[in-house]
T-cell receptor, first 113, second 112 residues
Framework: DAGITQSPRHKVTETGTPVTLRCHQTENHRYMYWYRQDPGHGLRLIHYSYGVKDTDKGEVSDGYSVSRSKTEDFLLTLESATSSQTSVYFC????????????FGQGTRLTVV | GENVGLHLPTLSVQEGDNSIINCAYSNSASDYFIWYKQESGKGPQFIIDIRSNMDKRQGQRVTVLLNKTVKHLSLQIAATQPGDSAVYFCAETYVNTDKLIFGTGTRLQVFP
C-alpha cells in the first residue's frame, strides 16, 4: 500500500506489559493517525499527529500515548497493556487536514492475554 | 481476517445486480464524506468522496448520493462483482477538524 507500513503485523503480549506499535510512511504526509477497530464499533480514533512533535487526542485515547519525533514515524504506546486493548490497530496518513490523499496501513492485530 | 468478525449488517446480492449501501451520519456540520472498502486482512481503501455542496458524485461503477436534509449517505455499486465483497464504511468530517469519524460498516456479500 501507498508507502505506509505498520509493524509488527501481529503481536501477543501479557497484561501489564508495555507495547509499542510503529507506523512508518514514505509519502512525507503531514498528518498521521492511529485508529482501533473492534466488533460493533467500526474504527475509532485514538490519537493523531499534525506535524513533528504535534499530537492530539482522539475519542478513545485513555491508556495510550503517542510520539512523533520525525515526519515518517508515528509510534503508539500502550504503557501497561490491558485485555480491553486487544484489537486491530490501523495507522492512516493524509496530506492535509481535509483527508485528501489519505491512506491506511494493513493493520496490527494485538492480543493482550 | 482483520475485520475481527464484526457483527455487521449484511447485504447479499447476486453477481451482476446493483448494490445500495446506506449510511446515516450524525453531525449536521459534517461537510465531507468518504466511502471506504475494507477487504479481509487489509486496511480501509478509499472508494469515493463527496462534499456537502453536492448531492451526487459518480465514479467508475460507483455513485454516492448525499441527502443532507435527513443526514443520509448511500453508495451504489453497479453490476456488482465478486471482488466487491468486503465491508464498506462511510466516514465524515467537517471544516476545522482533523478527525475522520467512521460509521460501523456494512458487509457486502456477492454470490454467483
Amino acid at each position: 500500500d501507498a508507502g505506509i507500513t505498520q509493524s509488527p503485523r501481529h503481536k501477543v503480549t501479557e497484561t501489564g506489559t508495555p507495547v509499542t506499535l510503529r507506523c512508518h510512511q514514505t509519502e512525507n504526509h503531514r498528518y498521521m493517525y492511529w485508529y482501533r477497530q473492534d466488533p460493533g464499533h467500526g474504527l475509532r480514533l485514538i490519537h493523531y499527529s499534525y506535524g513533528v512533535k504535534d499530537t492530539d487526542k482522539g475519542e478513545v485515547s485513555d491508556g495510550y500515548s503517542v510520539s512523533r519525533s520525525k515526519t515518517e514515524d508515528f509510534l503508539l504506546t500502550l504503557e501497561s497493556a490491558t485485555s480491553s486493548q486487544t484489537s486491530v490497530y490501523f495507522c492512516a496518513i493524509s496530506e492535509d487536514q481535509g483527508w485528501t490523499e489519505a491512506f491506511f496501513g494493513q493493520g496490527t492485530r494485538l492480543t493482550v492475554v | 481476517g482483520e475485520n475481527v468478525g464484526l457483527h455487521l449488517p449484511t447485504l447479499s446480492v447476486q453477481e451482476g445486480d446493483n448494490s445500495i449501501i446506506n449510511c446515516a451520519y450524525s453531525n449536521s456540520a459534517s461537510d465531507y464524506f468518504i466511502w471506504y472498502k475494507q477487504e479481509s486482512g487489509k486496511g480501509p481503501q478509499f472508494i469515493i468522496d463527496i462534499r456537502s455542496n453536492m448531492d451526487k458524485r459518480q465514479g467508475q461503477r460507483v455513485t454516492v448520493l448525499l441527502n443532507k436534509t435527513v443526514k443520509h449517505l448511500s453508495l451504489q455499486i453497479a453490476a456488482t462483482q465478486p471482488g466487491d465483497s468486503a465491508v464498506y464504511f462511510c466516514a465524515e468530517t467537517y471544516v476545522n477538524t482533523d478527525k475522520l469519524i467512521f460509521g460501523t460498516g456494512t458487509r457486502l456479500q456477492v454470490f454467483p
